[in-house]
């Protein structure tokens, strides 16, 4: 049982504006916490269409503690489930892809259909009701190539998300990907350690000299002042096209947010139309003109996409312990590219494989320094990490209603 009162004792004892108070990135109960209010009721990414091209393809990922199975079923629809047989609750299918008519548990055979239904169980008993049972459902969503699940019974409202990214996203041509890399990194921080730095580029400058080359810097109003005039005549460019960037006149950093979600396009720096270690693009088959910058959205409290002109990126962080988190970073390209002919596998991943390696390396960094006696709240920049201060306010919020509610349901 989570001591709940002692969870709203340290959140109160967290001062706006500051880095949380110790417990919350260290404490096993917190994480016990985090994955019931956070990772039980947010909407996740899960991965795009293009991993489950046809009917029987499965994809298998985990959120919080929950194994998960997204198939394609018979009629060509998304379903999502719990991986978790209805017997004796044995993991369904293993983590990853692949492609089968039923899904079999591997443990005693039960076998389920495309639509999670029980279609057969050796073995058990005249009065068991084979129909009764089946896989229990979770929710799913589809946007533009894109995929969300959701654990909770009552999801937070994911219209509005659809509605604007949607269009965002479009451009980007997110349905004729392939998946062409895969990576985890074991990150030994905590996931909000791990999510704060993705929040911020205060770090930017000095801790990723590779992707800076391609990028402009973003961390301070300073340094947005010296590219507002490239990102106006970017954003005029786009809306020419008929490209939206969610970008506001004069506001070259504004992005379309929601509670859990921000997007925004943006210009790549000037002689470079993708974000790799020349600035070049890596593959030749495109998904779509160079001159298209540089798509980011981001999903609280776990994911950061990235599509470029030749590549879509994407980066999940899964917490596993109090002090350990799971990335699952990946990269797809054109449908028709082919590697070797097209693009190369070194080509294609050198800048993430850095960039995500140096994340790892500080948010390391950050929890060896916070775990010590010696650790105090520190104040956030306001100048360089305003999403950073969104982020932690977006949390405590989160964990507030779980505890408004958790009250009014023993009230
Ligand atoms: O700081 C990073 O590693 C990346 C680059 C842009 C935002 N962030 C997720
Ligand atoms: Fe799945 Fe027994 S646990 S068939
Ligand atoms: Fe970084």
């Not at 709203?8 to 949380?20: C, I, K, N």
């Not at 404490?27 to 994955?35: G, H, K, L, T």
Request: aromatic share 12%; with cysteine; glycine share 6%.
């Amino acid at each position: 049982m989570i001591d709940l009162k002692r969870v709203s004792r340290l959140l109160e004892a967290r001062v706006p504006g500051y880095s949380f108070p110790q417990e919350f990135y260290t404490d096993s109960e917190i994480f016990e916490f985090d994955v019931e209010a956070i990772h039980a009721r947010c909407w996740f990414f899960v991965g795009l269409e293009a991993e489950l091209p046809v009917p029987g393809s499965y994809l298998a990922t985990t959120i919080g503690r929950s194994s998960i199975v997204v198939v394609r079923d018979d009629n060509g629809e998304l379903r999502a489930f719990y991986n978790t047989c209805r017997h004796r609750g044995a993991q369904i299918c293993e983590s990853g892809y692949g492609r089968k008519s039923r899904l079999v548990c591997p443990y005693h055979q039960w076998t389920y259909r495309l639509d999670g239904s029980l279609q057969g169980a050796g073995r058990m008993q005249e009065s068991f009701d084979r129909k009764s049972i089946h896989l229990l459902p979770l929710h799913v969503e589809a946007v533009a190539g894109t995929i969300y699940v959701c654990l909770a019974e009552e999801p937070p409202p994911f219209v509005e998300f659809r509605e604007k990214v949607g269009p965002m996203m479009a451009p980007s041509r997110l349905t004729d990907v392939k998946l062409a890399y895969e990576a985890t990194l074991v990150e030994r921080a905590n996931w909000k350690l791990v999510m704060e730095n993705a929040n911020e580029c205060y770090h930017c400058a000095v801790g990723h000299a590779s992707l800076t080359s391609s990028a402009y810097p973003f961390a301070t109003r300073r340094d947005i002042d010296s590219w507002r005039p490239i990102a106006d005549e970017f954003a005029a460019r786009m809306a020419a096209a008929g490209v939206a960037t969610g970008q506001a006149p004069g506001e070259p950093l504004n992005a379309v947010a929601g509670e859990w979600w921000r997007a925004h396009r943006f210009p790549l720096k000037a002689g470079c139309s993708s974000l790799t270690m020349n600035g070049k693009p890596s593959v030749s088959k495109l998904l779509c003109e160079p001159e298209i910058g540089w798509f980011r959205w981001s999903l609280n409290p776990h994911a950061y996409l990235h599509a470029l002109c030749d590549y879509v990126v994407t980066f999940s962080a899964m917490p596993t312990a109090a002090r350990e988190t799971v990335v699952t970073w990946k990269i797809f390209v054109h449908k028709d590219a082919q590697e070797g002919v097209d693009y190369t596998l070194e080509g294609l991943t050198t800048l993430w494989a850095k960039t995500n390696q140096e994340d790892k390396d500080l948010s390391e960094l950050n929890q060896r320094g916070v775990n010590g006696k010696g650790y105090r709240p520190g104040p956030y920049s306001q100048e360089a990490e305003p999403m950073l201060i969104r982020y932690a306010d977006w949390y405590c919020a989160e964990a507030q209603k779980y505890l408004d509610l958790a009250a009014n349901h023993k009230a």
